[in-house]
């Protein structure tokens, strides 16, 4: 099994492209969440149109 | 105790594995990528990534595909030094042309399928298996990248990007920028 030495272990904690991943921030979903907000009203009249659609085609 | 994970529909969408029925096979075989990405469709139809297909819940039309599989961020620590992250990729994603333009005023389809189906299941394999981020190699196209950071991928410093991008990226992805993001 792979074992990380003390000495590359110092190097990886010098190193800042590592650090920019060990300690990168999760990313703010907040834009992405308003955006999937207003495509699920969007596609909730969608989808309430082709219901009535389809009962409509069917006679009901 | 270890729980076991599925993925699952909403109410508006559904998720199949590409190969889950045979009639999949004819449903692909009329896949268009917006943008006239042909490479996206030539993937769809012969490829060996885990493939997801979206569908709609009411007509069954096929909106998008994505696929994930994994790998590993080489990162530059020293001249001579590298090490990796254990990630997953995001190999490709796609919105069906055809299901664009039967329904033109669709705005927002690629955010609904990132947030619904794809973040919950590379979180929920995250839980799993050691990987730390979600990269993706995008097309060299302002509009874009912006798009993907608006999902939270972030690029690399550039000469980070071009270690990154030398080590990892295939040769059919070349020209595309490595985007990524933490899970």
Redesign the interface.
């Given at each position: 099994m792979r074992v990380i030495s003390k000495e590359?272990r110092k190097?990886?904690e010098k190193?800042e492209?590592?650090n920019?991943?060990v300690k990168?921030?999760?990313?703010?979903?907040a834009?992405?969440?308003r955006?999937?907000e207003?495509?699920?009203k969007?596609?909730?009249k969608?989808?309430a149109k082709?219901?009535r659609l389809?009962m409509e085609a069917s006679g009901k | 105790m270890i729980i076991e994970f599925s993925v699952v529909d909403t109410k508006d969408y559904k998720i199949e594995h590409l190969f889950d029925s045979p009639e999949n096979q004819d449903l692909i075989a009329n896949f268009k990528a917006t943008n006239d990405a042909d490479g996206l469709e030539d993937y769809l139809k012969y490829q060996g990534s885990r493939t997801y297909l979206i569908k709609d819940a009411i007509s069954m039309e096929l909106a998008a595909y994505f696929s994930l599989r994994t790998g590993l961020i080489t990162i530059q620590v020293q001249e001579n030094n590298f090490d990796s992250v254990p990630a997953i990729e995001l190999s490709n994603f796609a919105i069906n042309k055809c299901y664009k333009d039967s329904h033109p005023e669709t705005h927002g389809l690629g955010f609904y399928v990132f947030k619904k189906f794809i973040l919950p299941i590379v979180q929920r394999m995250s839980v799993y298996v050691g990987t730390n981020a979600l990269y993706i190699f995008a097309l060299p196209e302002k509009k874009l990248i912006k798009h993907y950071g608006n999902m939270g991928f972030y690029r690399l410093p550039v000469e980070q990007e071009k270690f990154v991008q030398s080590h990892v990226k295939p040769k059919y992805d070349e020209g595309c920028i490595f985007m990524y993001q933490p899970i």
């Open positions: 590359f190097t990886l190193s492209i590592y920019l991943f990168a921030r999760k990313p703010d979903h834009e992405l969440d955006a999937v207003h495509f699920e969007w596609i909730a969608e989808h082709d219901r389809l | -």
